[in-house]
């Protein structure tokens, strides 16, 4: 089946711009994760959803950074007033609730955003 | 807190040699483990991964791994290296009862002919 598809897949905005990066998870995933990853870096956790429920935000960096995930499905990640620094890939995964992998997360390509 | 070491930032192989891939974690009880492989413009994909039992797992594309709990690594390994296995690879950790994955900065396998 379909894996999991983000877009835009390259974003360029200047600096000050709001900006909103989707992900569309695998089908019937309950779970979906937001990273971001620095170049030359490991992707780093911002935050998760159970279905509509944001369990954990504890690694957005600040109040720019805002996510929703209204129905359970589709999600946004949000970035306010954009700064140079917040230039970096940012994936998506997801994760299944049932069957043999409940413990896999599936990524994205990734929205490579670049603030200038 | 958790946390992935990956020593080597990059390292080059010749076609068909073998390959090993460090990773050391840092985590006060047996933890999951992952790793994930990034080839130009794609996604992050699985490897494999570890959660009990046989200390030695087979993955996709003739992987394997072996994790050894008194050196807290969880070593990549491939008997014979192909020229499409030149990637960015990641290790990764995640808790027993958490959700979020931790990862290492990344190998960058380079593989010359």
């Known amino acids: 089946g379909a894996g999991v598809s983000q877009s835009p897949r390259y974003k360029v905005t200047k600096r000050g711009q709001d900006v909103a990066l989707r992900c569309d998870p695998i089908?019937?995933?309950?779970?979906l994760y937001w990273y971001r990853q620095a170049l030359g870096q490991g992707p780093e956790f911002l935050t998760y959803?159970?279905?509509?429920?944001?369990?954990?935000k504890s690694g957005l960096p600040n109040d720019r950074f805002s996510a929703e995930r209204p129905e359970g499905s589709i999600s946004t990640l949000t970035i306010q007033r954009t700064e140079q620094r917040d230039s970096a890939m940012y994936r998506c995964?997801?994760?299944?609730?049932?069957?043999?992998?409940?413990?896999?997360?599936?990524f994205g390509p990734g929205t490579r955003l670049t603030v200038l | 807190a958790q946390s992935v070491t990956q020593p080597d930032i990059h390292i080059t192989v010749s076609e068909g040699a073998s390959l090993e891939l460090r990773c050391n974690y840092s985590?006060?009880?047996?933890?999951?483990l992952f790793w994930y492989v990034q080839s130009p413009g794609q996604g992050l994909q699985l490897l494999l991964k570890?959660?009990?039992?046989?200390?030695l797992v087979q993955g996709i594309k003739g992987f394997e791994a072996e994790f050894k709990r008194s050196q807290s690594s969880f070593n990549l390994r491939k008997p014979s290296v192909h020229w499409s296995d030149a990637a960015e690879y990641f290790c990764?950790?995640?808790?027993?009862?958490?959700?979020?994955?931790?990862f290492g900065a990344g190998t960058i396998l380079r593989v010359k002919s």
């Open positions: 959803f159970n279905y509509e429920a944001q369990q954990d």
């Open positions: 089908s019937g995933h309950v779970s």
């Open positions: 570890y959660f009990s039992g046989d200390t």
């Open positions: 995964a997801s994760r299944p609730t049932s069957g043999g992998s409940t413990d896999t997360q599936y």
């Open positions: 985590y006060g009880a047996t933890p999951y």
């Open positions: 990764a950790v995640r808790r027993f009862y958490g959700n979020k994955l931790v």
